[in-house]
């Protein structure tokens, strides 16, 4: 995996983790649609449920990305042709 797809991937997987912050909202904005506790309970269990799972695929793509030796210099060397420099040797 190049370095640009790592992290691309470790990106993505903490972009939907944020995502808690919008459910626990959309939860706080629906309270008095929830007909008693257990109903509440439940939805709370699952998105529970839902962002432990996340947080363990975050963290599996961040452990991936240490293990492939995600380091600067091949960061840099990578993207480099990507870059535009300017030579001040001229």
């Known amino acids: 995996m190049t370095i640009l797809k790592s992290i691309h991937d470790l990106d993505q997987k903490i972009q939907h983790c944020w995502q808690v912050i919008d459910d626990i909202k959309l939860l706080y904005d629906r309270l008095d649609e929830f007909e008693d506790e257990d109903d ?13 799972h996340k947080f363990e695929v975050l ?7 240490v293990r ?17 420099v300017v030579n001040n040797d001229d």
Request: charged share 20%.
């Open 40 to 52: 509440l309970a439940n939805y709370i269990l699952g998105l529970k449920t839902i962002y432990q």
């Open 59 to 65: 963290y599996s793509t961040y452990e991936n990305s």
């Open 68 to 84: 492939e030796g995600f380091n600067l210099e091949d960061a840099y060397n990578e993207l480099r042709p990507m870059l535009s």
